[in-house]
């Protein structure tokens, strides 16, 4: 403990304090597991908030980025780039959308969406004044767009105004979201599995009754799938369970499993009316780094059959939790989810199961206070599941 505690209050004198953090400095991993400065090892079931799904020293995955680095990072938008044009043209084929814009991270492609949505507006009937419905209790990141439509208030509060139009409905609920429809409405955007606000999967008649009315007002459907995308509900994007398509969407956190990289793509409807030469921009994104990470990225998915695999274990993953539930019926009022996004909700905050599992080596994370989330690497086997259960069994008890 001694080097990490040394490394723990230096972090405490020089990073700005916008997070509790865990007491632990990780250094490195192996698989499913991490391993912190003393070498404790630790089975992960948060894979860096949903990030790191393919697991950690993943060979193929270093080697993929050492090659680029060794051949260039950086050009920049104003010329193309082979990883960028191959990254695209994966995404396109696992996504079924047409055209893609890179970002550095998830907050900025929700950026990229609100801006496409009021583009796609405004040259429809050149009014400056469209309203976009988001959902309550979602979360879409900390910039100013992606807060705006954040629908929490505890992250908006101190730093208002935000940017302005937005209106908030309730998940499922499809009167409240009718109620804020207006000739001023310009999109409708979602989670399709709220991650942050606690694993609230989107009904599958929501979702088709709000493709029905923005087919009817050309109003368009942008889902964010930035935390339940690439394969976390055991298909590539999670709206592909409903069969239904947005007009728009969004992806990061395990698009690039540790480069930081986000995208924002839409059908080539809306790519055709929205953003021109000129509308939008970035410096980073889309460099020949990021192209790297996520061709590699979809490139493993598709060999290790990925889906299939979330699929199967993340069945194994619903039954044990739901065995655990039915164990602590005091205690855990509810169990939700679908494949590798799932989350037990308390009645109690969840703080000191998490602060004891990771004593004892495994590594959970909350949502809200009384919920923990499960978002393992998406190639965990049913053994780490086992393991899992056995220790948080221990915590609760
Ligand atoms: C994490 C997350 C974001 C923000 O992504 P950043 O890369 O942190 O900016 C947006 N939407 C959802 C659903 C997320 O889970």
Request: aromatic fraction near 8%.
């Amino acid at each position: 403990m001694g080097m990490m505690k040394t490394y723990i209050e230096e972090a405490e004198r020089s990073l700005l304090h916008t997070y509790n953090r865990y007491q632990v400095v990780f250094d490195h991993g192996d698989g499913v597991r991490l391993f912190d400065l003393d070498n404790k090892s630790y089975l992960d079931f948060v894979s860096g908030i949903g990030v790191f799904a393919l697991g950690y020293g993943n060979r193929e995955y270093n080697a993929a980025i050492k090659r680029q680095v060794d051949k260039i990072l950086h050009t920049s938008n104003y010329y193309y780039n082979v990883p960028a044009i191959e990254a695209a043209k994966a995404i396109k084929k696992v996504s079924g959308m047409d055209r893609v814009f890179f970002t550095n991270s998830g907050a900025e492609a929700v950026e990229g969406a609100i801006k496409t949505a009021r583009k796609y507006a405004y040259l429809k009937d050149g009014r400056t004044d469209h309203e976009i419905i988001a959902m309550e209790h979602s979360f879409h990141g900390r910039t100013f767009g992606a807060l705006s439509v954040t629908g929490t208030k505890k992250y908006r509060e101190a730093f208002e105004p935000m940017i302005g139009n937005i209106r908030f409905a309730a998940l499922n609920d499809i009167e409240s979201v009718k109620a804020n429809i207006s000739d001023k409405t310009c999109a409708i955007l979602f989670e399709t599995v709220q991650g942050e606000g606690g694993i609230h999967p989107a009904d599958a008649d929501f979702l088709k009754e709000i493709r029905q009315i923005c087919d009817e007002k050309d109003i368009l459907l942008m889902l964010d799938e930035i935390q339940c995308g690439m394969g976390r509900t055991g298909e590539y994007f999670a709206w592909q369970r409903y069969g239904v398509k947005p007009d728009v969407m969004t992806s990061a956190k395990a698009l690039g499993c540790g480069v930081p990289v986000g995208a924002f793509m839409m059908t080539e409807k809306v790519g055709e009316s929205s953003l021109k030469a000129g509308d939008h921009g970035t410096t980073y994104g889309g460099n020949p780094l990021g192209g790297a990470a996520i061709c590699e990225v979809l490139r493993q998915f598709e060999e290790r059959h990925i889906t299939d695999h979330v699929k199967e274990t993340g069945k194994y993953l619903y039954e044990v939790l739901e065995r655990i539930k039915n164990d602590h019926p005091e205690e855990i009022t509810d169990h939700r989810g679908v494949g590798m996004m799932q989350g037990l909700e308390f009645d109690h905050s969840v703080a000191d199961i998490i602060n004891k599992a990771l004593e004892k080596g495994l590594v959970l994370i909350n949502a809200g206070t009384n919920i923990i989330r499960f978002l393992p690497p998406l190639v965990i086997e049913k053994a780490d599941v086992d393991e899992m259960a056995d220790i948080l069994d221990e915590c609760i008890s």
